[in-house]
Each structure stands twice: as structure tokens, then as C-alpha cells.
Nanobody, 123 residues
Framework: QVQLSESGGGLVQAGGSLRLSCAAS????????MAWFRQAPGKEREAVAG????????YYADSLKGRITISSDYDKNTVYLQMNSLKPEDTAVYYC????????????????WGQGTQVTVSS
């Protein structure tokens, strides 16, 4: 069982930045790729970005490329999502996920979910 714990969400003004963190624990957590998804009110959950623990492979949703960066720190068992130039439409609950089916473009990737962290972008 892999446990995922997100942090770093909050309220930010449009144009601002946030860095989300996802701490992974449990046996064999490093056997899984990691990803971020988000779910806005009234919308389906969508993939945001993904990464291998080695950092050798990354995935970004086309709609977010250029504004987000995913990174991993294996020594800290933590994956990060840096988000810049935030827009009100980025408001959502952001979920960390671990899975095996690459790329992490949809929910089929996911084996484990975190509980989510709220990101609210004010205009």
C-alpha cells in the first residue's frame, strides 16, 4: 500500500505561483510513476503532469505546458508541481497519484490517489 500526502495548496491571486508537494510512503512506492491530476467544480478529473522517480521521463497536459513543471526528489520521497501564471480556471482540487500505465493521461494510470489539496485562484 502506497500512501500519498499532498500539501502546498491555498489561495493565490491570478498571475501568482504555487508549489504543490506530494510525499510518498509505503513499500515499493518507487516502483510507480507519479502524477498530478486536478478536478474543478462540476468538471471531470483531468491529468496535469507526470514523472518517473528518476526524472528521466515527464508528461504534461498540452493545455498547461509552459506554466507548470513537475519534479521529483527521490531522497525526500517527494514529487513537486510548480505552477506559475495561475489563472482562475486553475482553481481545483489537485490530487497526487501513483500508477504504472504510462503516460498518466487519464485515470487508467492510477493505482493510488492522495486526498487532494485545494488550489483557489482569485481574479
Amino acid at each position: 500500500q502506497v500512501q500519498l500526502s499532498e500539501s502546498g495548496g491555498g489561495l493565490v491571486q491570478a498571475g501568482g505561483s504555487l508549489r504543490l508537494s506530494c510525499a510518498a510512503s509505503g513499500p515499493s512506492f518507487d516502483k510507480y510513476a507519479m502524477a498530478w491530476f486536478r478536478q474543478a467544480p462540476g468538471k471531470e478529473r483531468e491529468a496535469v503532469a507526470g514523472i518517473m522517480w528518476t526524472g528521466s521521463l515527464t508528461y504534461y497536459a498540452d493545455s498547461l505546458k509552459g506554466r507548470i513543471t513537475i519534479s521529483s526528489d527521490y531522497d525526500k520521497n517527494t514529487v513537486y508541481l510548480q505552477m506559475n501564471s495561475l489563472k482562475p480556471e486553475d482553481t481545483a482540487v489537485y490530487y497526487c497519484a501513483a500508477g504504472s500505465r504510462w503516460p498518466p493521461a487519464d485515470n487508467q494510470f492510477v493505482t493510488y490517489w492522495g486526498q487532494g489539496t485545494q488550489v483557489t485562484v482569485s481574479s
